[in-house]
């Protein structure tokens, strides 16, 4: 079955430890897009990439890198120079032109 | 401009009710108008989308109206379901271009 995965389902980190999110889609979608979610707000515009090794600022990219090596793949690092990244964080992908996303499940990200 | 304005921020109907989820935006190059319905804990899953050259799109019990003049665009749910309790979000894109998401309204249908 053609998916979006997101790995881990929930995970715990330290103040001032970096951690990689992971996202893998197997819908040969070529634009790919990371969203943070905080309880009861909207989905707010991490990075986003239309082509392998290119890769754009959202609107909240401080504290955040990304890598684009591989169409497939996607992952978002949350750097110690995040200040609040406690939140559920959303990948998504697309083709080109207008089409909806499909998103994966998400990772819950808590600082401990 | 660029902007989704969503509105109400939350919405509370019995079963069988109508709930009515609005949008509104500026940009009138916008041309892709979906909805997305998320469940809590998963990720929003793509319900329903219309094009600006139609006025009215059904799927099911889930109709968007599309008001291109007053550049608005409304989802209705007809006899709703407590299962269709869930947050909601409209958005727009130009072109393909990225998503602009609306704020997000929680639903919740009453038994």
């Known amino acids: 079955d053609g998916g979006i995965t997101q790995s881990p389902k929930y995970l715990f980190r330290k103040e001032g430890q970096n951690v990689t999110l992971s996202c893998e889609q197997n819908?040969?979608?070529?634009?790919m897009y990371w969203y943070r979610q905080d309880p009861g707000q909207g989905l707010r515009l991490i990075y986003y990439s239309q082509i392998v090794n290119d890769f754009q600022k959202g609107d909240i990219a401080e504290g955040y890198s990304v890598s684009r090596e591989k169409k497939e793949s996607f992952p978002l690092t949350v750097t110690s120079a995040q200040k609040n990244p406690t939140a559920f964080y959303l990948c998504a992908s697309s083709l080109q032109g207008n089409y909806g996303y499909t998103f994966g499940s998400g990772t819950r990200l808590t600082v401990v | 401009q660029q902007q989704v304005k969503q509105s109400p921020q939350s919405l509370i109907v019995q079963k069988g009710g109508i709930p009515i989820i609005n949008c509104a935006y500026e940009n009138t190059a916008f041309d892709y108008f979906p909805w997305y319905q998320q469940f809590p804990g998963k990720g929003p899953a793509l319900l329903i989308a219309?094009?600006?050259?139609?006025s009215e799109k059904k799927e099911g019990r889930f109709t968007i109206s599309f008001n291109k003049s007053a550049k608005q665009f409304s989802l209705h749910i007809m006899d709703s379901q407590p299962g269709d309790s869930a947050t909601y979000f409209c958005?727009?894109?130009?072109?393909?271009?990225?998503?602009?998401f609306g704020e997000g309204t929680q639903l919740t249908v009453n038994p």
């Open positions: 219309i094009r600006p050259d139609v």
């Open positions: 819908l040969n979608h070529d634009a």
């Open positions: 958005a727009a894109s130009i072109r393909g271009s990225r998503l602009t």
